[in-house]
C-alpha cells in the first residue's frame, strides 16, 4: 500500500512565483490494499446504509498505486507531494509495549512522534531509552494506566524509544503532562514529520483540500467568508490564493477553535483573515452594516449581498478521513449531520453576493450529505446555478438523487478507494481521503 502526502508553503505576503518556492499542503490516506491494518470497523447498521449507496450506483476495486517521487502536483501549481513507505510488516516486536489511543495512532501513521498525555497504558518496566513497540486501542477499552500487555483488540503501529519512564508518565496527572513520551523510530509506514518544518510557509493539508480552495477561487482583494473555518487550513489557503489581500472572515461556534485558525494565520504571516466565535447560519441579518473599509469587515452578522465567494465546508460525518483505525458512529448520528448542514445554507446565500461562488464540501462518503444535499439546494434556493469545477482531479457524483448525468459530472468525488479518478489526476492521487466538493453560482432570479 502506497500512501501519498503533500504539503503546501505559503509566501507569507504575497504568493511566490516559482514553483520550487510555493508548495501546498497535504497528508492523505489509506488505500485498502493488504496491509497489516484492520478493516475499518464501523457499526453495522452505518456500514449497510453506506454499501447499500455504493452497490447501488458503481463497483470499486482495491488497486493499489505505487508511491511517485517527491515533486510538484501536475495541475496544482502550490502542491509538492511527499511519498511515503510500507508497510514494513517484518518489523521486531519488543517485549516492552506501549498502547495508545486510535487517535494517537491515526497520528502516528500520518508521520506523528507520541507525546505523553497520549500513552493510555505501558508495561510495567518501561523506563526512558528502551525500546518499546507500540499499539493501538482499537475499541477504546483500556484504561489509562494499564500496565500489563494489553490482550484486548489492538493494532501494531511500530517501534520507538521511550523518552519518559512509565512512571514519569503515569505519576501526575494527564492534564500535568508535556513533552514527548515515545519517539517513533520504526514506525509500520515511514511518513517524514514535519512539525516545526519552516513552520511559516508549510501547512499540511489533505490533498482534495487544497483542490476545494482551488475550485472556490478567490481574487486577490475580494470579500470571502468561511463558515466553518477551524483549524483553518482551508481559510490560510484561500489567504493565499488572494495574495493576502482582500478579507477573508472566518467563522467557528468554539473559541478554542477560533484561537487555532488566528495562530495559523500568524504563524504564516496573513494578516487579511479575521476569525470570530460565531454561528454561521447565523451570519446574515438584513439590518447588519458593514464597516466601509474593504479590509476590515467588522463581526458578524452582515448584511446580504457582502461576499464575493463564500465556502461551506461543512460539519459532517467524517466517514472518507484516511488514515482510520476505528469508528463508533450509529446510523442515528449519521442521519443527523444533513439537517445540520442545511441550517448553514440560508445565510450563505443570503450573504453571498449576485454573481458569486459558492463552494461546499465535505470529507464524508454518504449521498445524503452530499449529492443529497445538492439536490436540496437547487431545489431550495432557485438563485442557485450548479457549475462545473476547475480543477478537476476527482470522479462524477453518485447516482440516488433527481441531479441528472451531466449535473453528476460537475461535482467532484474522491474516493479512498482509488478507482474512481479524472483524466487530470495524479497516480498519487490514488491513495486519498474521501472528499465531496460541488460549486454554484448565485444568478438573479
Known sequence: MSVAGSIRLFSRHIRVATRHSRYAANMSSFSTSPAPLPRLSL?????????????????????????????????????????????HPNLQHHTKEIMVD??????????????APGVLGATADVQAGDQ?????????????GFQKPYSGPRVFVGNGVARMSRDDIFSVAQEELSGIGVEMTSPLYGCPPLNDVMSDSIFLQNLPSTVAGHVLNPQPGERVLDMCAAPGGKTTHLATLMSNQGAVIALDKSQGKVDKVMTNAR????????????????????????????????????????????????????LGQRPALGNKMRLKTLKSYPSYQR???????QVLKTGGTLVYSTCTLTLEENEGQVEWLLNTFPCLELVPQTPYLGGPGLSGTSLTQDQLQMLQR???????????????DRDTIGFFIAKFIKRAR
Open 102 to 115: 486510535i487517535h494517537c495512532g491515526a497520528a502516528i501513521l500520518r508521520g506523528a512522534h507520541i507525546f
Open 414 to 428: 474522491f474516493e479512498p478507494w482509488g478507482d474512481n479518478r479524472g483524466e487530470n489526476a495524479h497516480p498519487s
Open 343 to 349: 441550517r448553514l445554507f440560508p445565510a450563505a446565500v
Open 132 to 144: 518499546v513497540s507500540v499499539y493501538v486501542d482499537v475499541e477504546g477499552r483500556c484504561l489509562r
Open 267 to 318: 504563524r504564516l504571516g496573513l494578516t487579511c483573515i479575521q476569525a470570530y466565535m460565531f454561528d454561521g447560519g447565523k451570519a446574515a441579518s438584513e439590518a447588519a452594516v458593514c464597516e466601509k473599509d474593504e479590509t476590515s469587515l467588522g463581526a458578524p452578522p452582515y448584511p446580504p449581498n457582502t461576499f464575493d465567494r463564500v465556502l461551506v465546508d461543512a460539519p459532517c460525518s467524517a
Open 43 to 87: 457499526d453495522p447498521d452505518v456500514e449497510n446504509h453506506i454499501k447499500k449507496t455504493y452497490c447501488n450506483s458503481q463497483e470499486y476495486s482495491n488497486k493499489a498505486a505505487t508511491c511517485p517521487p517527491v515533486e510538484p502536483h501536475p495541475v496544482l501549481p502550490d502542491v509538492l507531494l511527499i511519498p511515503t513507505t510500507g508497510p
